[in-house]
């Protein structure tokens, strides 16, 4: 069975970090380009990182571009997000996604 | 960027009656070297995550009951429910794959009349 289990999320101050995880199980991970994709309260779905499977092609939302990176370790089956320079507007859930499959979710709250 | 614009906003059915949702990008979805359209539907149910529904335009994924279907071609696409049961409740999406950034539709919220 596939699984996708975010971790790391929480609340933090405004201009603060965040490294979010997401781990794998049930399928060939070095073998699939993985996705972020993230949520704020009440609104819509918007794609926010792609990392292909040897992490060779990389692509960034333009409303996380600078701020983010995406990485992957194939050896550990997991999935990052580096999140610095946090605002408001990036509160929401992040999700862990393969496309056909998708993690639970992992909240962000950045809030004084 | 590829916009994806969805139609409607709401959608209030009755179970057993049929149900569609439109959805349009604002470029071409078909790969002309492959083939394929990529255009996807997930349905978020309340409290879940989502979770795919149709991909590559009409595929249904494992597991999703026959009475969801996918068409439409190149830039102007449907989701349709043959006869709508109470679990479908929810909010529809569509999304593009075809190219960066992956672009999502806003959503449809399906409920119960």
């Known amino acids: 069975e596939v699984q996708l289990v975010e971790s790391g999320g929480g609340l933090v101050k405004p201009g603060g970090s965040l490294r979010l995880s997401c781990t794998a199980s049930?399928?060939?991970?070095?073998?699939?380009?993985l996705d972020w994709v993230r949520q704020a309260p009440g609104k819509g779905l918007e794609w926010v990182a792609s990392i292909s499977s040897s992490s060779t092609y990389i692509h960034y939302a333009d409303s996380v571009k600078g701020r983010f990176t995406v990485s992957r370790d194939n050896a550990k089956n997991s999935l990052y997000l580096q999140m610095n320079s946090l605002s408001a507007e990036d509160t929401a859930v992040y999700y862990c996604?393969?496309?056909?499959?998708w993690g639970q979710g992992s909240l962000v709250t950045v809030s004084s | 960027d590829i916009v994806m614009t969805q139609t409607p906003l709401s959608l209030p059915v009755t179970p057993g009656e049929p149900a569609s949702i439109s959805c349009r990008s604002s470029?071409?979805?078909?790969?002309?070297?492959?083939?394929?359209?990529?255009l996807d539907w997930y349905l978020q149910k309340p409290g879940q995550s989502p979770q795919l529904l149709i991909y590559?335009?009409?595929y249904r994924a494992s597991g999703v009951p026959d009475r969801f279907s996918g068409s439409g071609s190149d830039t102007d696409f449907s989701l349709n429910i043959s006869r709508v049961e109470a679990e479908d409740v929810g909010v529809y999406y569509c999304m593009q794959r075809m190219e960066y950034p992956l672009t999502f539709g806003g959503g449809t919220k399906v409920e119960i009349k």
């Open positions: 049930g399928f060939t991970f070095s073998t699939y380009t």
């Open positions: 996604f393969r496309y056909d499959y």
């Open positions: 470029q071409s979805l078909l790969d002309r070297d492959d083939g394929d359209t990529y």
């Open positions: 590559t335009l009409s």
